[in-house]
């Protein structure tokens, strides 16, 4: 796409950078058939493509407005654009740029960057958001309507799942092989099965994971809601503590840093954008960075070709896997959940439009809950459709949104789990781990 950077940016590296983005542009709109905004609203401008244009004119000295800021916010960053993209525009980082620019030009409204910060501040706070989940979940019949629909499901026994048979407790670290797990801000609390169930299949597999205390956000939740100072993430500093939390770690001998949130992971595999202009920072980002694996890339990678699944009747065999747009489009990681689940005796039930966002986003369906509602809306019939007796995913957001109201007009047995649940049980409890090697 030509382009004319005005004055301002030209000879600068954020002007250098949306340069060759908006350059690497055809216009051809292939992005627009997977956009999820688009497909709800039909507005062009609520279109990678027409996004992009609108960003390109910011870039060309064109006067910012609040109609540009409105349909830039309503995007998901879902990145289903970059995965459709023949030409490889890196539409994500085209947004970031956009979006420091923008915060500077035309600030938001004083009420508007409260509400962002206090979100981002909340959400990092593992500790206070565990306190006010738990109360939320206590006093849930005397909370207002508007209030109770946003409180996300307690965790619990599903109703066709019974618990794990390897029970609830951490397992001991007495493997010489050792990973990291993030302690988390929102899923320590709000699924916290989900790290003790990877931890007991790590276990198995002859790996101790284990949390650094002191290790909490990894600076996601300041990115989601917007904020900006000098033109980058306002996480900045959140990130830099957990970097110098974890390095110790790596550097005394742990193996990586598994990610059982797609979202946190995406992040933090993105470190060395964040830092690649800190000197002081930018060799740590980048070792964390390479350490840094999802959960499923480690399981896949340890778990023997030849293992046999344990066959257990009351585990539910149809199952539904929601792949996170963290994952599949923002890590490119497909297919991997998919092919353990089906080697663990699950049959896994397609599901249409399965490269759609289910409107989670981060804190996007706090920030646009309409649109988040009609995405969810509509991704939980396409996941009731299929048939399954469970979804999983592989993201706490994902999680956590898509089991709000889940029973209304769908097949009321269906959870919600994390994918690791589903495979501990019908893992083994016992694995040679040398059928790899």
């Not at 620019?101 to 206090?118: E, H, I, V």
């Not at 202009?277 to 480690?298: F, G, H, W």
């Not at 890590?331 to 663990?344: I, K």
């Not at 269906?414 to 019908?426: D, Y």
């Amino acid at each position: 796409m030509q382009t004319s950077l005005s004055a301002e940016f030209q000879n600068t590296a954020p002007g250098r950078q949306a340069e060759k983005i908006l350059r690497a542009c055809v216009h051809c709109g292939l992005c627009n058939a997977t956009c999820p905004t688009y497909e709800l609203l039909g507005d062009e401008r609520d279109s990678p493509r027409g996004r992009i244009y609108q960003m390109k004119q910011l870039f060309e000295g064109h006067a910012v407005s609040r109609s540009l800021r409105l349909h830039l916010d309503r995007c998901l960053r879902c990145r289903a654009c970059e995965t459709t993209c023949p030409s490889g525009v890196q539409y994500n980082t085209l947004l970031e740029l956009s979006h420091a620019t923008l915060d500077r030009k035309l600030p938001r409204s004083l009420g508007d960057r409260m509400r962002r910060r206090a979100l981002g501040r909340f959400i990092a706070n593992g500790t206070g958001f565990a306190r006010l989940l738990r109360l939320g979940w206590r006093c849930r019949r005397l909370l207002p309507t508007a209030v109770r629909r946003w409180l996300p499901p307690q965790p619990s026994p599903q109703p066709n799942l019974n618990p794990a048979p390897a029970g609830t407790k951490w397992p001991p670290r007495r493997h010489a092989r050792k990973m990291i797990a993030l302690a988390g801000c929102v899923q320590s609390a709000a699924t916290p099965n989900t790290n003790l169930a990877a931890a007991r299949v790590l276990d198995r597999l002859g790996i101790s994971l284990f949390e650094v205390g002191a290790a909490r956000c990894c600076g996601a939740a300041q990115l989601h809601t917007g904020g900006h100072t000098g033109g980058e993430p306002a996480g900045l500093a959140a990130a830099r503590a957990l970097i110098d939390q974890w390095l110790p770690h790596l550097q005394s001998g742990a193996e990586a840093i598994v990610m059982t949130a797609s979202g946190c992971g995406l992040t933090i595999k993105e470190y060395p954008q964040w830092f690649a202009n800190e000197p002081a920072y930018r060799e740590k980002a980048r070792q964390i960075s390479a350490k840094t694996l999802d959960l499923s890339e480690v399981v896949a990678r340890e778990l023997p070709h030849d293992y046999a699944p344990a066959r257990r009747q009351e585990s539910p065999r149809k199952v539904a896997f929601h792949a996170p747009c963290t994952l599949q489009h923002g890590q490119r990681t497909r297919g991997v959940v998919e092919a353990m689940l089906t080697r663990g005796g699950y049959t896994l039930c397609e599901v249409r439009d399965a490269h759609l966002c289910c409107g989670a986003a981060g804190t996007y369906s706090i920030l646009q809950p309409k649109l988040a509602a009609q995405l969810r809306q509509n991704k939980q019939a396409a996941l009731a459709a299929s048939g399954a007796q469970v979804v999983c995913t592989a993201n706490v957001g994902c999680q956590m949104h898509l089991g709000m109201n889940f029973t209304q007009g769908t097949n009321s047995t269906q959870s919600v789990v994390h994918w690791i649940e589903l495979l501990e049980r019908v893992l083994p409890p016992q694995i040679n781990t040398n059928a790899n090697g």
